[in-house]
T-cell receptor, first 113, second 112 residues
Framework: DQQVKQNSPSLSVQEGRISILNCDYT??????FLWYKKYPAEGPTFLIS?????DKNEDGRFTVFLNKSAKHLSLHIVPSQPGDSAVYFC????????????FGKGTSLLVTP | EAQVTQNPRYLITVTGKKLTVTCSQN?????MSWYRQDPGLGLRQIYY???????DKGDVPEGYKVSRKEKRNFPLILESPSPNQTSLYFC???????????FGSGTQLSVL
């Protein structure tokens, strides 16, 4: 069963606006969360991560928020740029999964000029 | 340059013809893994390896084999490919469990 869920298969945002990508998880033993970005014909690349001891981590235009009580995390991209158009995968790991990374199905982000 | 290298990038084969997809990493990573990506299903783990000679099944291991004879290499073997193994395959490596993964560029496999 899917332990990491990205319920929005796609998202379209105008350039300059905020993109918010959401992710929910079911395993309360997950304690490390990551976002990966994937362009067509390339492998996923690491974007940003957060551990369960924090509720926010920021790296330039990218911020990840973690709400442990809701088992929810989100990725904010501000401001969005056309080059951000890609598929974004949420992933989680912890003792409950044997520390293997569990991936969501991905959200395809399109940033329009 | 630190990287995970997969070969080939594209492969078309026929049902039942054994094939191997190679994977090599130059980062001295302990952990290596294979994933397949299918539309609507995301990334699913096939097999992983914690270290040399240590391999284990992921979520979708049926029809696949792996070996880890050397730290840097982790080939994926399809002994008798079937059309349902048509997919995009990614090899990945990391320092260990609970660490970020570095992915190869992918191998698009078509089994006719």
């Amino acid at each position: 069963d899917q332990q990491v869920k990205q319920n929005s298969p796609s998202l379209s945002v105008q350039e300059g606006r905020i993109s918010i990508l959401n992710c929910d998880y079911t395993n309360s033993m997950f304690d490390y969360f990551l976002w990966y970005k994937k362009y067509p014909a390339e492998g996923p690349t690491f974007l940003i991560s957060i551990s369960s001891i924090k509720d926010k981590n920021e790296d330039g235009r990218f911020t990840v928020f973690l709400n442990k009580s809701a088992k929810h995390l989100s990725l904010h991209i501000v401001p969005s740029q056309p080059g951000d158009s890609a598929v974004y995968f949420c992933a989680a790991s912890g003792s409950g999964s044997g520390y293997a990374l569990n991936f969501g199905k991905g959200t395809s982000l399109l940033v329009t000029p | 340059e630190a990287q995970v290298t997969q070969n080939p990038r594209y492969l078309i084969t026929v049902t039942g013809k054994k094939l191997t997809v190679t994977c090599s990493q130059n980062m001295n990573h302990e952990y290596m893994s294979w994933y397949r990506q299918d539309p609507g299903l995301g990334l699913r783990q096939i097999y992983y390896s914690m270290n040399v000679e240590v391999t284990d099944k992921g979520d979708v291991p049926e029809g696949y084999k792996v070996s880890r004879k050397e730290k840097r290499n982790f080939p994926l073997i399809l002994e008798s490919p079937s059309p349902n193994q048509t997919s995009l395959y990614f090899c990945a490596s990391s320092l260990g469990l609970n660490e970020k993964l570095f992915f190869g560029s992918g191998t698009q496999l078509s089994v006719l």
